[in-house]
T-cell receptor, first 111, second 110 residues
Framework: GEDVEQSLFLSVREGDSSVINCTYTDSSSTYLYWYKQEPGAGLQLLTYIFSNMDMKQDQRLTVLLNKKDKHLSLRIADTQTGDSAIYFCATVTSGNTPLVFGKGTRLSVIA | DVKVTQSSRYLVKRTGEKVFLECVQDMDHENMFWYRQDPGLGLRLIYFSYDVKMKEKGDIPEGYSVSREKKERFSLILESASTNQTSMYLC?????????FGPGTRLTVL
């Protein structure tokens, strides 16, 4: 079945850019997502990209999709301590199938 | 804004008890999901539902059942709670492209 892989940890300094990477195996993925989870909370949908797009920008967030390499990344500009959280990548092939999640990347922001 | 609510943030139950976790969404979504989240294992899908009275098994349905009698409500049932069901339980609902999560219920089974 579909597999989504992420590195487990990332540490950056406040004010730097963070780049969180994700690879997936199913080339028929239609939507690709980034979620944020703060301690003790549910998952918050940050952004998502349709598979026919290469890039999506939303304020400090930039999503890049390389369909050929099945690689998705999330760039957070000017990273703040409030960005410290676990970030999950997820993919879906159609509206009525469940999302497939990576195990999450824990982002630590050092002041 | 989409709202997915879960009946409890924290719950403590004893082994063998029957446990009900309730989830309600207010966006008329067809699809609803139950996951559990454990350290090192990520999110694992327990059950999902595409419509009222419909249910599909996810990756780890053993020891759980679900009920969807109304579109807005999806219940997860632990028929006889066991200590290995201590976990964070997350409910979600989705439209075509967007899936939204509730705040989670941290269940401890003693």
């Amino acid at each position: 079945g579909e597999d989504v892989e992420q590195s487990l940890f990332l540490s950056v300094r406040e004010g730097d850019s963070s780049v969180i990477n994700c690879t997936y195996t199913d080339s028929s993925s239609t939507y690709l997502y980034w979620y944020k989870q703060e301690p003790g909370a549910g998952l918050q949908l940050l952004t998502y990209i349709f598979s026919n797009m290469d890039m999506k920008q939303d304020q400090r967030l930039t999503v890049l999709l390389n369909k050929k390499d099945k690689h998705l990344s999330l760039r957070i500009a000017d990273t703040q301590t409030g960005d410290s959280a676990i970030y999950f990548c997820a993919t879906v092939t159609s509206g009525n199938t469940p999302l497939v999640f990576g195990k999450g990347t824990r982002l630590s922001v050092i002041a | 804004d989409v709202k997915v609510t879960q009946s409890s943030r924290y719950l403590v139950k004893r082994t063998g008890e029957k446990v009900f976790l309730e989830c309600v969404q207010d966006m008329d979504h067809e699809n609803m999901f139950w996951y559990r989240q454990d350290p090192g294992l990520g999110l694992r899908l327990i059950y999902f539902s595409y419509d009222v009275k419909m249910k599909e098994k996810g990756d780890i349905p053993e020891g759980y059942s679900v009920s969807r009698e109304k579109k807005e409500r999806f219940s997860l049932i632990l028929e006889s709670a066991s200590t290995n069901q201590t976990s964070m339980y997350l409910c979600a609902s989705s439209s075509e492209a967007e899936q939204f999560f509730g705040p989670g219920t941290r269940l401890t089974v003693l």
